[in-house]
Structures are given as C-alpha cells and as structure tokens.
T-cell receptor, first 112, second 117 residues
Framework: DAGVTQSPTHLIKTRGQQVTLRCSPK?????VSWYQQALGQGPQFIFQYYEEEERQRGNFPDRFSGHQFPNYSSELNVNALLLGDSALYLC???????????FGPGTRLTVT | KQEVTQIPAALSVPEGENLVLNCSFT??????LQWFRQDPGKGLTSLLLIQSSQREQTSGRLNASLDKSSGRSTLYIAASQPGDSATYLCAVSPSPSGYNQGGKLIFGQGTELSVKP
C-alpha cells in the first residue's frame, strides 16, 4: 500500500514564475492538506481539500491556490513566486477531515 | 489563537539515556494531538496520536501523555539510541466548530534531538 506521494522532489524557479506541485493521497484517503515548512520552522497550514473543494485555509495570500481531482489527488499552485516562498512543501492525507494525518516526503522549492 | 511551543529547541544526550520532550499549547479546545519525527530534509513520520479524551499513548520505547486542562503534552523516549536523532514535532488539531471542520494541524517549532554513541 503506497503512502502519500509527492512530485517533484526538488524544484528551482525564478522570482515571478509560477509553480505546480502534485500530491497523491494514501489509498482510501479522501482529504488532502498542504503545509509550508521554512528552514528551522514547524510546518504552516496552507489549505485543506475535501470533495474537490477548499474547506479550510490558513494565513496565505491568494497567490497560493489548489485543486483536488475526482481521484482525490491534489495540486498546489503558487503564482508570482517570491524569494520567501522557498521552503519544503508538505502534503498530508487523512481518512476524513478530522482524522490522523499522514505526510508525504515533501517537495523542496527554491526560488532564486 | 492557538499557539504551540516546544521546549527545549535542541537536546543532546548520550546513548541509553531516558529523555522527555515537552509541548505546550494555549487553547485546550483540541480534537487531538500528534507527535511526529522529521529527519533532515525529509517528510514527517507520525509517531503517536492522542485523542482529546485520552491521557496517554504508547508505542514501543515511546510514550506520549496529554494534559488538556493544563495545555501540556510530553513525549518520553526510553533507552535512547543514535537512530533516534531527528527533529520531533508536536501538533494540535483544534476542535471542529463552524467553518473549521477539523484537520488543520498547528505545529510547534520542534525539538532537535541528538543521541551520541
């Protein structure tokens, strides 16, 4: 049983560009959450998707958007990249909206 | 606003020692609390989850306790090993209400543990 998978593993982008990160949840899970983790910090909640809709959102600007597909996989899009967007982006899935969360290996985004 | 604090930020111990990591949170209205392990540059591995109605959970050499009324949790690691070296993160999930129907985790900044052979 595959756990949570994320792609790509690493990504380097230039300031002002746009990026799309992808996540496949653990088998049987229907809820996906995204987190941003800056170096030396704990992860910060970006948003949660359930039934293909954004259900909760953290304190992130509209440049951060997402999508959930009918197979429960999800994308995180970030527009107009800033240097401060450089971080490890983590995806987590759960059996339901309040269930135990299982994390993927993350995507390391570097903005130059 | 819920805030999670972990003390100490870093800890170095000799192999074989028993140790305690601390986590405190400001709002007792939580649904559950999870402890995670993170190796450098990697994702998070769930160690233990404690529901708000529970007092403790155990897995192997790990024991986590929860005192919701005082806003505290501890992670006890028995007979530490060099392989336990990692960053340990505590996270709380606020109780579902209104717009918040659960699942948002609020993390502490972690405790970086080093176990010396």
């Amino acid at each position: 049983d595959a756990g949570v998978t994320q792609s790509p593993t690493h990504l380097i982008k230039t300031r002002g560009q746009q990026v799309t990160l992808r996540c496949s949840p653990k088998s049987g899970h229907d809820t996906v959450s995204w987190y941003q983790q800056a170096l030396g910090q704990g992860p910060q909640f970006i948003f949660q998707y359930y039934e293909e809709e954004e259900r909760q959102r953290g304190n992130f600007p509209d440049r951060f958007s997402g999508h959930q597909f009918p197979n429960y996989s999800s994308e995180l899009n970030v527009n107009a990249l800033l240097l401060g967007d450089s971080a490890l982006y983590l995806c987590a899935s759960s059996l339901d909206r309040a269930g135990e969360q299982y994390f993927g290996p993350g995507t390391r985004l570097t903005v130059t | 606003k819920q805030e999670v604090t972990q003390i100490p930020a870093a800890l170095s111990v000799p192999e074989g020692e028993n140790l305690v990591l601390n986590c405190s949170f400001t709002d007792s209205a939580i649904y559950n609390l999870q402890w995670f392990r993170q190796d450098p540059g990697k994702g998070l591995t769930s160690l233990l989850l404690i529901q708000s109605s529970q007092r403790e959970q155990t897995s192997g050499r790990l024991n986590a306790s929860l005192d919701k009324s005082s806003g505290r949790s501890t992670l006890y690691i028995a007979a530490s090993q060099p392989g336990d070296s990692a960053t340990y993160l505590c996270a709380v999930s606020p109780s579902p209400s209104g717009y918040n129907q659960g699942g948002k985790l609020i993390f502490g900044q972690g405790t970086e543990l080093s176990v010396k052979p």
